[in-house]
């Protein structure tokens, strides 16, 4: 099977074993920066060229794009989905969790449990802020950028101060279209995630990701220095940790949740996760994911899963 994993770095730790697994599998592999691709779009046509070369006889992607590169990634995942070749993740499931509020609002349609959250774009005067900190029963809250992730653009306003100023810096960027979501803050997590990677509807591997420092880095994220260490879910988190993925389109993702006095809470549902647990639990996530693209690419893609 020819199997394209689009990347922009091939020397990136998930695409390099990515490729490891798929080759001692017996497969072909291409590593296809899709930012040098482009589509031809024509009546009956639909084609992907990379570096001016013809893409042909793929028959399956894993899509691993940088959140920077949504749009454009998506686009490309979408025009090889045209052509009806098999993605490990679809484009319309990789748009929807990329925006955080979206993904918030699908969430808690499912009767998924999450952090209380309030939507902002327009500016805030002083009282306004005062009644939102309020309402979120801070300080402190979380402020995030409704784009970004390994927990970029995400601030943690331990005072209405601070607040106040987090607000006033993100709306300077309002003319590129920032949007602002307002979270509250669960005090009991202690700086403490737990990161649960799903392949085909089951948990392969989970991790607790606990902040260091607490006192200078909320953010548990590996990426921003936190330490991982094996966790076993219990009977309501994996249940969460499935909805979520599920609500979400994403056959291969890694759910972000907490855990809290009201039970665990979904905080983002990542579309394209690091392999970063599988040297904190041993478990080979890079094989799995290619067992289930095997499993899966020989299906039909429908049409109206293509999500244009």
Same mark, same amino acid.
């Given at each position: 099977?020819?199997?394209?994993?689009?990347?922009?770095?091939?020397?990136?730790?998930?695409?390099?074993?990515?490729?490891?697994?798929?080759?001692?599998?017996?497969?072909?592999? +291409?590593?296809?920066?899709?930012?040098?691709?482009?589509?031809?779009?024509?009546?009956?046509?639909?084609?992907?060229?990379?570096?001016?070369?013809?893409? *042909?006889?793929?028959?399956?992607?894993?899509? %691993?794009?940088?959140?920077?590169?949504?749009?454009?990634?998506?686009?490309?995942?979408?025009?090889?989905?045209?052509?009806?070749?098999?993605?490990?993740?679809?484009?319309?499931?990789? /748009?929807?969790?990329?925006? *955080?509020?979206?993904?918030? +609002?699908?969430?808690?349609?499912?009767? =998924?449990?999450?952090? &209380?959250?309030?939507?902002?774009?327009?500016?805030?005067? @002083?009282?306004?802020?005062?009644?939102?900190?309020?309402?979120?029963?801070?300080?402190?809250?979380?402020?995030?950028?409704? %784009?970004?992730?390994?927990?970029?653009?995400? /601030?943690?306003?331990?005072?209405?101060?601070?607040?106040?100023?987090?607000? +006033?810096?993100?709306?300077?960027?309002?003319?590129?279209? $920032?949007? =602002?979501?307002?979270?509250?803050?669960?005090?009991?997590?202690?700086?403490?995630?737990?990161?649960?990677?799903?392949?085909?509807? &089951?948990? =392969?591997?989970?991790? &607790?990701?606990?902040?260091?420092?607490?006192? !200078?880095?909320?953010?548990?994220?590996?990426?921003?220095?936190?330490?991982?260490?094996?966790?076993?879910?219990?009977?309501?988190?994996?249940?969460? @940790?499935? *909805?979520?993925?599920?609500?979400?389109?994403?056959?291969?993702?890694?759910?972000?949740?907490?855990?809290?006095?009201?039970?665990?809470?979904?905080?983002?549902?990542?579309?394209?996760?690091?392999?970063?647990?599988?040297?904190? $639990?041993?478990?080979?996530?890079?094989?799995?994911? =290619? !067992?289930? /693209?095997?499993?899966?690419?020989?299906?039909? +893609?429908? *049409?109206?899963?293509?999500? @244009?």
């Amino acid at each position: 099977m020819k199997i394209a994993i689009l990347s922009k770095g091939p020397k990136n730790y998930s695409t390099k074993r990515l490729q490891e697994e798929a080759t001692a599998r017996g497969h072909n592999v +291409q590593i296809i920066n899709y930012t040098h691709c482009e589509a031809r779009i024509e009546q009956n046509s639909q084609v992907v060229l990379h570096n001016g070369e013809l893409l *042909k006889d793929i028959d399956a992607i894993i899509p %691993r794009i940088a959140w920077s590169y949504t749009r454009y990634g998506s686009a490309i995942v979408r025009q090889f989905e045209m052509q009806g070749i098999f993605t490990a993740t679809s484009s319309i499931a990789l /748009v929807r969790s990329r925006d *955080k509020l979206r993904a918030t +609002q699908l969430l808690a349609r499912a009767g =998924i449990g999450i952090p &209380k959250t309030i939507f902002s774009r327009g500016r805030l005067n @002083a009282d306004e802020i005062e009644k939102l900190v309020e309402e979120l029963n801070g300080p402190p809250i979380i402020i995030k950028l409704a %784009r970004g992730t390994h927990g970029r653009g995400v /601030v943690l306003a331990e005072t209405r101060k601070a607040a106040r100023s987090v607000l +006033q810096g993100f709306y300077i960027m309002e003319e590129e279209g $920032t949007n =602002i979501l307002l979270q509250e803050y669960i005090e009991e997590a202690a700086g403490a995630d737990i990161r649960a990677f799903i392949v085909g509807g &089951k948990v =392969i591997a989970s991790m &607790k990701r606990q902040s260091i420092n607490l006192e !200078e880095e909320f953010r548990s994220n590996l990426h921003q220095g936190g330490e991982g260490t094996v966790v076993k879910l219990t009977v309501e988190e994996h249940k969460a @940790a499935l *909805k979520a993925a599920k609500a979400m389109g994403l056959t291969i993702c890694g759910v972000d949740l907490i855990r809290s006095k009201r039970g665990p809470l979904v905080l983002e549902v990542n579309s394209s996760p690091g392999f970063g647990i599988e040297q904190v $639990t041993d478990r080979n996530v890079a094989e799995k994911i =290619i !067992e289930y /693209v095997e499993l899966n690419a020989k299906r039909r +893609q429908h *049409k109206d899963r293509v999500g @244009a």
